[in-house]
């Protein structure tokens, strides 16, 4: 018997000759339109997409604008501990903010003496080396030993111990010119070697040059979607990868605007493509993974998305 048919198939499309088209979706992801209950903070919020996009092959950052006057002096690496003539130890905050080279020299100066008890009274200037335009931190007091510690302290770095690599600042001691120990006074640590001062038998010169920007030139753009890492730059061993890292100059202007020819990335998923996305997890974080203060300025960012319809 010859097979029937109601005729029904011919106007069905073949399924299997659809084909979906390419969208290109421009959002402005301002961090004015986050949730301030819930994110109260600009560093680290959840922006909602107008409509969820489905089948994203790469998301492209394309222009926007980022805080870039962060203090470089905060709570999370402002302390370390100072002990005077093995009679008084203390630990010493320095306020936070954003500090040039004589502004943060006169506030250690000024929290040193306003320690309760001291017995000295202190002076913090810097060491200029003939023939280097380089600066070392110089701290002399005026009637006992003291010691800055950086190492036997709750506030030291972290080193990783196979590499010596730095994995998170903790204390202003790389800021002022220190690095991983205790200094104690009496000794001009600047030469490589630590050289006795019989002269000054209470002053202690640092180790390296003063860097105030030594790791805050870099700001770090971190995204989840919808839970899923869209990081694209590997960084060092321990470190958290990242989508962006934008270079700035930090304290000359309070916004850096981005340009496409630097401050460009695009995260390509492959070989299949994000289902769906309804939301962009943003956090502006430092190079050790933790949220950096922005004072509460705000941030804009243009990602360009291209997705299957």
Do not use: C
């Given at each position: 018997?010859?097979?029937?048919?109601?005729?029904?198939?011919?106007?069905?499309?073949?399924?299997?000759?659809?084909?979906?088209?390419?969208?290109?979706?421009?959002?402005?992801?301002?961090?004015?339109?986050?949730n301030f209950l819930n994110y109260p903070n600009s560093n680290f919020f959840r922006y909602t997409l107008?409509?969820?996009?489905?089948?994203?092959?790469?998301?492209?950052?394309?222009?926007?604008?980022?805080?870039?006057?962060?203090?470089?002096?905060?709570?999370?690496?402002?302390?370390?501990?100072?002990?005077?003539?093995?009679?008084?130890?203390?630990?010493?905050?320095?306020?936070?903010?954003?500090?040039?080279?004589?502004?943060?020299?006169?506030?250690?100066?000024?929290?040193?003496?306003?320690?309760?008890?001291?017995?000295?009274?202190?002076?913090?200037t810097q060491k200029h080396i003939n023939g280097r335009n380089t600066r070392f931190i110089q701290v002399t007091g005026t009637r006992v030993e003291f010691l800055f510690q950086f190492y036997t302290t709750d506030f030291r770095d972290e080193l990783d111990l196979n590499t010596l690599a730095y994995m998170a600042i903790n204390s202003p001691a790389r800021l002022l010119g220190f690095g991983f120990d205790d200094y104690v006074s009496g000794y001009d640590y600047s030469q490589g070697n630590p050289i006795p001062t019989p002269s000054n038998p209470y002053t202690l010169i640092g180790v390296l040059p003063m860097d105030l920007s030594n790791f805050l030139s870099r700001i770090y753009l971190h995204i989840e979607a919808d839970g899923r890492n869209l990081d694209r730059m590997e960084c060092g061993v321990g470190r958290k990868d990242c989508f962006h890292i934008f270079y700035?100059?930090?304290?000359?202007?309070?916004?850096?605007?981005?340009?496409?020819?630097?401050?460009?990335?695009?995260?390509?998923?492959k070989p299949s493509p994000i289902s769906r996305i309804a939301n962009l997890q943003i956090s502006i974080r430092d190079e050790f993974g933790r949220p950096l203060n922005l004072n509460m300025r705000e941030l804009s960012l243009v990602f360009e998305i291209t997705h299957l319809e």
């Open positions: 018997m010859a097979e029937t048919s109601s005729g029904q198939h011919v106007l069905m499309k073949d399924q299997t000759k659809i084909k979906q088209a390419v969208r290109q979706t421009t959002i402005v992801v301002n961090s004015r339109d986050r107008r409509r969820p996009l489905t089948n994203v092959m790469s998301i492209e950052l394309t222009n926007g604008s980022i805080p870039s006057y962060i203090y470089n002096i905060q709570a999370t690496w402002g302390s370390f501990s100072l002990t005077e003539s093995a009679n008084i130890s203390v630990d010493v905050t320095l306020t936070p903010g954003f500090y040039t080279e004589a502004q943060l020299l006169a506030e250690l100066e000024a929290q040193l003496n306003a320690i309760p008890g001291r017995l000295n009274t202190y002076t913090v700035i100059q930090n304290g000359q202007t309070d916004y850096t605007l981005l340009d496409k020819q630097t401050d460009h990335s695009i995260f390509v998923s």
